[in-house]
C-alpha cells in the first residue's frame, strides 16, 4: 500500500478485505466487487466506493490527513463512516488494491453485531446523516447518490431486524429513518428496487403494522418475493393484507433466472445441458408459462446462436427459490451444444424466457459455489472445449492448443513428462512456478521430428524449495505443500498455460480448467463420487499414503464423522452410509438424516428443536412440527402426482378427500407430495413415538386440520438430498 502510494502520488489507498471467523476466512461481501487493481480513481467515478466506509484497510498520506484535520467521534458506534466517505470525497486520487490487506475478526458478541441495538441505530442513522450534510453543500447529485446507498445498504441491515427488535426499537428506527426519508424525499426511492421501494414507503408513511407483515413475508419466503397484480403493462407488486402505492413493476423488478444442474460430455462429442429458468415472481407451472431457448453469444463480437431446447420438469427449482408463493416446476430446460460447430473462442451460454407476456434474457449460472467446476473435454486435430465461468456466467471456450502433455515415467527424481505438439508449435521450456510466490523453475523442452515433446522434472530440487510462510491468522489453514504451475515459453518471449491431460495422474496432472500442475502436496486427490442405490455416497481417488480415514466434518454444528477407507493399487474408496453422523442414535433436530413421520404429527407452541432440516427451518418456520428425541428429516413436498395421500413436516395433512392430485391444506402450497406407506425405523432402529401437543396450522389460514385417526406414515431419504420418496414409491 505504502509503495502504491508512494508511485502514484494518491491520497489514500485501500485494499480488499477478508472476514474471518472460527470456521476460517470468506470474501467480505462489502468488497465482492473488489477484483482488479485501479490506481488513481475516485469515488465520483467509481460510486462502489460507498461501500468503503471503514478505515482498517486504508493507508492515508499524513499530509493529507493533516490538511483536512479528521478526527473520528467519541463516545459513537460506526465512527468510521463520517471519516471515510468524506475522506474519498476530499482525496484527489485513491488507489484501490484487490489483493487483501485485512482480515476482519468477526466477533458475535460486538455491539455492532447486534442487529437489534437501539444505540447502535440511532448512531448508524447519525453517522450517515452526517456525511449526507457533507455532501449537501459540494454536490447535490452525490448527496443524493450516498442517500441511495444508504437506504439500499446503511439501514438494511435494521430494517431486517424489525420482526426481532422490542418496541423500543421499532420507535427508534420509524422515528430516524423515517425522519432521514422525509428529509431525502420521495424522490431517493425511484431508483430503488420495489421490493425496497414498498417498505421504504411503509417506513415514510409511518406504517409499523403493515411494514411488519411484509417484512414477515419475506421472513418465510426470502426478500423480494410478491404476487403479481394487473395487466401487462400495468403490473404491480403485492402483498397479502397490505395496500401500497408505490408498487409498480418496472422491467428491472422481474428477473430472470437460469441455473445449471448437470453437464456431461456424451459420446458423440456433444455437450448435454440440463437446469431451470424462469422469471423470478411469475409462476412457471404449466409449459405454456415456461417458454424458452437457449442462446450462445460471441465473447468477442456479434455472433449469436440460437440453440434448440427441451422443457422439462424440474421440482428443484421452486425448492431451491426459497419460496412458497410460486411454483417452477415447469422450468425445466434439456439442450445438447455441438463445440465442433464453434469458431474458438469463448461463447456465454445463456437463455430466453417467456411467461405470462414478459419475455427476458439471462445467463446461466451455477447452482452454488461448489458447483461451479470447469468441465474438460479434448476435441479431435488439438482442438479443446471448457465448459467453466467467468464472473458467475457460464462460458464454453473452444481453443487450439499448442500441445498437450499425455503422460509421465512416475519417476521420483527426475520426472519425464511426454506430449503431442500441434500446428508446429515450437516451445523451448516448461517454466514451473510455485503458487503463492515467485520462485520460477526453467526446463529445456525436446521437440522430435515426429511432432511429440518431452520435458525432464527435476522433482527433487523443485521439493527442496521452502513453502511461502504462512502469514494469516490462526484460524486459516496453511497450505499442504507445493504446487508448480506450468507454462510453456515460446521464441518471442510468449508465454501459454501447458495443457494437460484430463487422466493424468499425479504427480504432474491437470488441474480443475485441464492444465498441467506439478503437486508435491502429497495430499489424496478425489477423483470420482457418486451415490449408491442405498443412499450412501461413494468416494474415490488416488494417493494419500497407505493409511488413514475419510474424515467427515459438519461446516455449522463442527461434528466429525470417521469413515474407513480401503486401498488398493494406489487407488482409495470410501463408502459414506446414510445418516452418517456422530451420536446417530441421538441426533439432534437440525441434523441431517432419516426418520419416520407419523401422518397427523401435532404441532407443539413452545420453544425447543424441531422436527425440520435447515431449508424448511428457513422457509417455512411457520410449520413448526416437533418430536422430541427425533433425528431431523427434510419435510416431504405437499402434492401427490399419483393422487396418493399425502403427510409432511412442513405442511398440514389434506383436508378433503377427492380424486386427483391430493393437496396440503396450506392454500399456497403446490410442492409433489409423498405417498404415504407403513412406519419404518429411524437410525436407532426403532419406530419413534412422539410427544407431542398442539394442532397442526396452515401458512396463513391457521385452519385447524381433520381430527379423525389416522395411520401412522413415514417419508425417507438420504442425507443431503431435497426430493423425498415414500417407502412404497418407486
Not at 417458454?291 to 431451491?320: F, I, Y
Amino acid at each position: 500500500m505504502l509503495g502504491s502510494l508512494e508511485s502514484t502520488g494518491s491520497d489514500l489507498a485501500t485494499g480488499n478485505v477478508w472476514r474471518l471467523t472460527e470456521r476460517g476466512r470468506q470474501q467480505a461481501w462489502q468488497y465482492r466487487w473488489l477484483t482488479a487493481t485501479r490506481t488513481r480513481t475516485h469515488i465520483t467515478r467509481d460510486p462502489r466506493l460507498l461501500a468503503d466506509r471503514v478505515a482498517w484497510n486504508k493507508v492515508f498520506r499524513r499530509s493529507f490527513w493533516d490538511r483536512h484535520a479528521f478526527t473520528f467521534p467519541e463516545g459513537r458506534l460506526y465512527e468510521d463512516t463520517p471519516v471515510m466517505i468524506p475522506a474519498h470525497y476530499l482525496a484527489g486520487s485513491v488507489d484501490v488494491l484487490h489483493e487483501h490487506v485485512y482480515h476482519w475478526r468477526v466477533r458475535e458478541g460486538s455491539i455492532t453485531r447486534r442487529r437489534t441495538d437501539v444505540t447502535g441505530v440511532r448512531d448508524r442513522i447519525a453517522a450517515c446523516e452526517q456525511v449526507s450534510a457533507f455532501l449537501a453543500g459540494r454536490d447535490e447529485a452525490q448527496r443524493r447518490r450516498y442517500d441511495v446507498s444508504c437506504l439500499r445498504d446503511d439501514f438494511l441491515y435494521f430494517l431486517e431486524g424489525m420482526t426481532l427488535g422490542s418496541a423500543a426499537y421499532r420507535t427508534a428506527f420509524m422515528a430516524g429513518a423515517g425522519a432521514f426519508l422525509d428529509r431525502a424525499g420521495s424522490s431517493v426511492l425511484d431508483g430503488l428496487p420495489v421490493e425496497l421501494r414498498v417498505k421504504w414507503r411503509l417506513v415514510r408513511e409511518r406504517r409499523l403494522d403493515d411494514l411488519l407483515a411484509v417484512l414477515a413475508l419475506e421472513r418465510t419466503n426470502g426478500p423480494g418475493v410478491f404476487t403479481v397484480e394487473g395487466l401487462p403493462g400495468r403490473r404491480r407488486a403485492g402483498h397479502p393484507g397490505v395496500a401500497h402505492g408505490d408498487s409498480r413493476l418496472g422491467r428491472s423488478d422481474l428477473p430472470a433466472a437460469a441455473r445449471l444442474s448437470a453437464a456431461t460430455w456424451r459420446t458423440d462429442g456433444r455437450l448435454g445441458l440440463r437446469g431451470y429458468a424462469y422469471i423470478r415472481n411469475l409462476p412457471a407451472d404449466t409449459t405454456l408459462h415456461a417458454l424458452k431457448w437457449g442462446v450462445l453469444r460471441a465473447a468477442e463480437g456479434r455472433q449469436l446462436r440460437k440453440v434448440p431446447v427441451r422443457s422439462v420438469t424440474a421440482p428443484e427449482a421452486t425448492v431451491n427459490s426459497g419460496q412458497e408463493l410460486h411454483s417452477y416446476d415447469r422450468a425445466g430446460f434439456e439442450m445438447v451444444i455441438d463445440p465442433r460447430t464453434l469458431r474458438p473462442g469463448r461463447w456465454l451460454v445463456g437463455m430466453v424466457v417467456s411467461s405470462h407476456g414478459v419475455l427476458r434474457r439471462a445467463a446461466v449460472r451455477a447452482l452454488d459455489a461448489a458447483s461451479a467446476q470447469p468441465l474438460v473435454h479434448d476435441l479431435d486435430a488439438g482442438r479443446r472445449a471448457v465448459l467453466g465461468y467467468r464472473d458467475g456466467r457460464l462460458e464454453l471456450a473452444v481453443t487450439r492448443l499448442p500441445a498437450l502433455a499425455q503422460a509421465h515415467d512416475g519417476g521420483t527424481g527426475i520426472l519425464r513428462l511426454t506430449g503431442q505438439l500441434y500446428g508446429g508449435a515450437r516451445p523451448q521450456a516448461l517454466s514451473l512456478t510455485l503458487e503463492g510466490t515467485e520462485e520460477e523453475r526453467t526446463c529445456p523442452v525436446e521437440c522430435g521430428e515426429d511432432g511429440r515433446f518431452a520435458v525432464r522434472i527435476p522433482l527433487a530440487e523443485l521439493a527442496a524449495v521452502p513453502p511461502p510462510p504462512h502469514r494469516a491468522p490462526r484460524e486459516v489453514e496453511p497450505e499442504g505443500g507445493a504446487r508448480w504451475r506450468g507454462l510453456l515459453l515460446f521464441p518471442g518471449g510468449s508465454r501459454v498455460p501447458l495443457a494437460a491431460a484430463p487422466d493424468l495422474p499425479p504427480p504432474a496432472t491437470a488441474c480443475p480448467a485441464g492444465e498441467l500442475v506439478v503437486d508435491l502436496t502429497g495430499e489424496p486427490v478425489v477423483d470420482g463420487a457418486r451415490w449408491t442405490a442405498e443412499g450412501g455416497l461413494c468416494v474415490e481417488g488416488t494417493g494419500g499414503g497407505t493409511g488413514g480415514d475419510l474424515v467427515l466434518r459438519h461446516e455449522a454444528l463442527r461434528e466429525t464423522a470417521t469413515v474407513a477407507v480401503t486401498r488398493r493399487e494406489g487407488r482409495f474408496a470410501a463408502r459414506v452410509p446414510p445418516g452418517s453422523s456422530p451420536k446417530s442414535s441421538r441426533r439432534a433436530a437440525g441434523t441431517c438424516g432419516s426418520t419416520a413421520v407419523p401422518y397427523g404429527a401435532r404441532r407443539r407452541s413452545s420453544p425447543g428443536s424441531r422436527c425440520t432440516g435447515r431449508t424448511e427451518a428457513a422457509n417455512w418456520p411457520w410449520s413448526g412440527v416437533t418430536a422430541t428425541g427425533w433425528p431431523c428429516t427434510r419435510a416431504p413436498p405437499c402434492r401427490s402426482p399419483t393422487g396418493a395421500r399425502t403427510a409432511g413436516a412442513c405442511c398440514a395433512p389434506p383436508t378433503t378427500r377427492r380424486s386427483g392430485p391430493s393437496r396440503c391444506a396450506t392454500p399456497s402450497c403446490t410442492r409433489a407430495a409423498t405417498p404415504l406407506g407403513p412406519s419404518t425405523p429411524n437410525s436407532c432402529g426403532a419406530a419413534p413415538t412422539p410427544s407431542t401437543s398442539g394442532s397442526p396450522r396452515g401458512a396463513r389460514g391457521g385452519r385447524r386440520t381433520s381430527r379423525r385417526r389416522r395411520s401412522p406414515s413415514s417419508s425417507t431419504a438420504p442425507p443431503g438430498t431435497r426430493r423425498w420418496r415414500g417407502p412404497g414409491a418407486s
